[in-house]
């Protein structure tokens, strides 16, 4: 089985995927997935033990993972969840960062500013879905990934997830409240009370953030050019967008089994993964 974490700056996904019955070299099939919290100050006790438990919950034996593979947009989480791997999977993880074959060049001015899930967003909706392509990740903050009809990352936009905008109104006012992010329930967009006001104002101000974003990126990139969305609130936003045509939940772990694929060359040697369970 292969396991694969995508490390968030809110969230924690993590997937495992097992062999194709034709092809031991191929992980194709999802058995499980979990979201946890994104918690930095955790030691690698405290993650190993809730990994191994996410796993006893599903009935998986820990060592039936053969690979890891890692895409982390928090650095001070990349040295706990290595000594994790090791420590509790006997493992070395495979991280996405540079020298890493991702099959997709980079036309941003410095490659190495670029996020590592925005990367593997952008192979899995190429590798999905063709190109031109934009994906739309509502996470922490919302990115706008563009990809080109050849495969190449060309850039995007990154704006305040709705999450955050939420947070911010409700602190830097004394009266309004905290609620839920969610369509209004009402076909007006008028509230006529203050949750209802402020539901309205977060969910068509943040779509009309979003159609207004990928209105020009469609323009830029021409009509034919796909959109995806991905992250916690996608099928929220995406179910009054005019321009998003898909939802992944799964975008960013396919992109990361992809990856993991085309680095053959830099997976552990059984020597090296036996040296690691000694440890």
Same mark, same amino acid.
């Given at each position: 089985m292969l396991l694969l974490i995508d490390v968030g700056n809110t969230n924690t996904v993590l997937g495992l995927y097992s062999a194709a019955e034709n092809d031991a070299e191929k992980y194709s099939k999802l058995i499980a997935h979990w979201r946890v919290a994104t918690i930095k100050t955790q030691t690698v006790d405290e993650y190993g033990v809730l990994f191994r438990n996410l796993f006893a919950m599903d009935n998986i034996e820990v060592k039936n993972v053969q690979g890891i593979g890692i895409s982390s947009v928090?650095? @001070? $989480? +990349? #040295? %706990?969840?290595r000594e994790v791997c090791e420590r509790y999977f006997h493992l070395k993880p495979l991280f996405i960062e540079p020298g890493i074959k991702t099959g997709m060049p980079v036309q941003y001015d410095n490659p190495a500013e670029v996020g590592a899930d925005r990367i593997v967003n952008g192979v899995a909706a190429f590798e999905k879905f063709g190109g031109p392509c934009i994906v739309v990740d509502f996470g922490t903050a919302t990115?706008? +990934?563009?990809? #080109? /009809? /050849? &495969?190449?990352? $060309? &850039? &995007?936009?990154?704006? @305040? &997830?709705?999450g955050i905008s939420a947070e911010a109104l409700f602190? *830097? %006012?004394? *009266?309004? @409240?905290r609620v839920d992010i969610r369509k @209004?329930? *009402?076909?007006s967009v008028i509230g006529t009370n203050t949750v209802g006001s402020v539901q309205s104002g977060l969910y068509y101000g943040y779509l009309g953030l979003v159609d207004g974003i990928l209105e020009r990126l469609v323009a830029e990139m021409g009509s034919e050019t796909k959109v995806v969305a991905t992250g916690g609130l996608a099928a929220l936003i995406a179910s009054g967008s005019k321009y998003i045509t898909a939802v992944d939940d799964l975008l960013t772990l396919d992109g990361l089994r992809i990856i993991w694929e085309r680095n053959a060359h830099l997976r552990p040697r059984a020597a090296d993964a036996a040296g690691a369970k000694r440890k």
């Open positions: 928090v650095p @001070p $989480m +990349d #040295s %706990t969840l990115t706008f +990934d563009a990809v #080109s /009809k /050849k &495969g190449e990352y $060309m &850039g &995007g936009v990154i704006a @305040p &997830g709705i602190e *830097r %006012t004394a *009266r309004l @409240p @209004p329930q *009402r076909t």
